[in-house]
Nanobody, 126 residues
Framework: VQLQASGGGLVQAEGSLRLSCAVS????????MGWFRQAPGKEREFVAA????????YYTASVKGRFTISRDNAKNTVYLQMTNLKPEDTAVYYC????????????????????WGQGTQVTVSS
């Protein structure tokens, strides 16, 4: 399974970006997906996740109401629509895939994910 994240860039505060993560290799629709981010000098942190069936989504508190995670199983792609961006959203954003049966109990932690993309830089200027 390979994950390719894209869509990052430089944006002003209150602006928007849409990240994409294309997945290849095995059946995309069987994987639950997550987005994480890592700022310089900080640990990687959970941002958002969506179940394999797209019936459940989860967000960290700081992005609720601003970010939306979605997936298109026909295109083997998961998206992260980010609006009202803030300078503190600046980080490298990583997408991840999980085929684990215990994902629903652990969606916010990195060990719950089996595969990771290479990351895409998001920089928000004030």
């Amino acid at each position: 399974v390979q994950l390719q994240a894209s869509g990052g860039g430089l944006v002003q505060a209150e602006g928007s970006l849409r990240l994409s993560c294309a997945v290849s290799g095995r059946t995309f629709s069987s994987y639950s997906m997550g987005w994480f981010r890592q700022a310089p000098g900080k640990e990687r942190e959970f941002v958002a996740a969506v179940s394999w069936s797209a019936t459940s989504t989860y967000y960290t508190a700081s992005v609720k109401g601003r970010f939306t995670i979605s997936r298109d199983n026909a295109k083997n792609t998961v998206y992260l629509q980010m609006t009202n961006l803030k300078p503190e959203d600046t980080a490298v954003y990583y997408c991840a895939a999980s085929g684990r049966s215990d994902w629903r109990a652990n969606w916010e932690v990195t060990p719950a994910y089996d595969y990771w993309g290479q990351g895409t830089q998001v920089t928000v200027s004030s």
